[in-house]
């Protein structure tokens, strides 16, 4: 009876285990598939994140100005230069020397100022130049070895890159009294300021390739020859053409003038010019040529060897070609 008790309470048991046993395997078998958690857990945190509605507010950029003092700079136009020369000559003999000779001292000075004023497409130009020497032999007084003094303005306009229209006005003149020496005679006076002087005024074209070369034609030009000091007529018998009685004699011409000024080697400085003038209405024999020619060797920032002359053709003062030539060792000071 107990046998069989048991083995129905046993039968009962395990019918109801397999139903239970194949839900196990049932589960079992759903978790064996894999998933990713990453996937999961970020669409977790995007969902939680996107949740509420948010407001993104635009960035608004706000210029602040700071005020800046800006340097002022003031543009000049002007240029301008300055050169002082002074020369020496001198010689000293003993009173026994027996080859012979003078002693003598010399002192020359040139001093040239010019000034440029640039703003396109003007210009102007100014320029002084002043030349002078004395020199004092042992038994004679002093006398005069240079005299010159030439102020040139120059006003022009650019029309092409090397073509300018210029007007222009001149002065040239001496500023000392000049005598010859006619042995036995005493020294007579043939010239003093404005007598003669020349005042020049031109109109025309100018060519200006560099900075170094400059030719002016002036096609019309108009020319004064003073000499205020009526006194002049009896020791200078054509008066540098002005009419005796008067004082200045007008002419119209030509005029063609051509500089250069230029270092041709180092430490060597070359500076020429040429001036031609033809007379309108006056044979070709009384055209004027002038070229003055200086030729500088610096030693030094101060010390130079100076060679100048000039060469002059004017048959108003002469009828053959007037020259003079100086060689001088010397302080020059240039500015800047």
Do not use: C
Not at 208 to 222: E, I, M, S
Not at 260 to 289: E, S, V
């Amino acid at each position: 009876m107990i046998k069989t008790v048991t083995k129905l309470l046993f039968t009962i048991l395990l019918a109801g285990a397999v139903p239970a046993l194949a839900q196990v395997k049932d589960t079992l078998k759903t978790d064996s598939v894999k998933i990713d958690t990453g996937l999961l857990n970020r669409y977790r945190i995007e969902s939680r994140r996107n949740a509420l509605p948010t407001r993104i507010r635009p960035v608004e950029l706000v210029p602040e100005y700071i005020p800046l003092n800006m340097p002022e700079y003031n543009i000049s136009h002007w240029k301008r230069w300055f050169t002082v020369a002074l020369n020496f000559n001198q010689s000293a003999f003993s009173t026994n020397w027996s080859a012979g000779g003078v002693s003598a001292v010399a002192v020359g000075t040139n001093v040239i100022m010019k000034t440029e004023y640039n703003k396109a497409p003007f210009s102007y130009t100014s320029e002084v130049n002043f030349l002078y020497g004395r020199s004092k032999n042992k038994g004679q007084g002093a006398r005069k070895t240079n005299d010159r003094l030439f102020i040139d303005n120059k006003l022009a306009t650019q029309m092409s890159k090397s073509w300018f229209f210029f007007g222009s006005l001149s002065i040239e003149t001496q500023v000392d009294k000049g005598f010859q020496y006619p042995d036995p005679n005493p020294p007579v006076v043939i010239s003093k300021f404005l007598g003669p002087g020349y005042i020049t005024e031109s109109v025309g074209f100018e060519y200006k390739p560099n900075r170094y070369l400059d030719v002016r034609l002036g096609t019309g030009t108009a020319r004064q020859t003073l000499v205020l000091d009526t006194a002049l007529y009896r020791t200078q018998p054509g008066n540098y053409g002005v009419t005796v009685g008067k004082r200045v004699r007008n002419e119209l011409a030509f005029q063609g003038i051509a500089t250069f000024d230029k270092d041709i080697m180092q430490n060597l400085h070359l500076n020429w010019r040429y001036a031609l003038f033809i007379p309108y209405g006056r044979p070709l024999d009384f055209t004027n040529h002038r070229l003055d020619v200086t030729l500088i060797a610096r030693v030094n920032k101060l010390i130079n060897v100076t060679i100048n002359g000039t060469a002059l053709y004017n048959k108003d003062t002469s009828k053959k070609i007037q020259g003079t030539e100086g060689l001088a060792l010397g302080v020059m000071y240039r500015y800047p």
